[in-house]
């Protein structure tokens, strides 16, 4: 499946998240969603990008807009990744890779010569009726969060 598009209904999930809960889409009706979605935890580039989204959370809430990160990691390396890194963003385990698969992030990647499918980091601006306004694919993490939240600013002006 292609990425998706601006203009497209996001695609609905239910996703096991830390402690024990459970996320589906539905859950952020009324408000923005930033789903962003990452190869692994405790990599160098994933861990960037979570603590930027985390350092940055207060500032998108008050734009009315949640945060919440998707990898196939599970849900015990998840929580491992929130203490060891002091994270206050909730992160969603697509164990079966439903939800990597529906958003089109889950593609053929090259590295050191050798072929693997795998999560391209993709961030999904969703808008409080579902449909998805702006894209970022195949993110540059540096300053990510930063442009994220400036375009959510931009929109809401």
């Given at each position: 499946?292609?990425?998706?598009?601006v203009g497209d209904k996001a695609p609905d999930f239910v996703m096991p998240t830390e402690n024990d809960g459970k996320t589906r889409l539905a859950d952020y009706v009324g408000?923005?969603?930033?789903?962003y979605f990452y190869p692994r935890d405790n990599t160098p580039g994933?861990?960037?990008?979570?603590?930027?989204?985390?350092?940055?959370k207060s500032d998108f809430e008050s734009l009315n807009c949640r945060i919440l990160g998707v990898s196939r990691d599970?849900?015990?390396?998840?929580e491992n990744f929130i203490a060891k890194q002091n994270l206050s963003i909730s992160l969603g385990a697509d164990l079966e890779g439903k939800v990597t698969e529906d958003y089109g992030v889950w593609a053929?990647?090259?590295?050191?010569?050798?072929?693997?499918?795998?999560?391209v980091r993709a961030t999904f601006l969703i808008d409080p009726d579902g449909v998805v306004v702006v894209v970022w694919?195949?993110?540059?993490?540096?300053?990510?969060?930063?442009?994220?939240?400036?375009?959510?600013?931009?929109?809401?002006?």
């Open positions: 499946m292609a990425v998706l598009k408000q923005y969603l930033v789903l994933c861990t960037i990008e979570a603590k930027d989204f985390s350092s940055l599970s849900i015990k390396k998840h053929e990647k090259k590295l050191y010569g050798k072929t693997y499918m795998g999560i694919p195949k993110v540059k993490v540096k300053n990510h969060a930063e442009d994220v939240l400036a375009t959510l600013k931009s929109l809401q002006t």
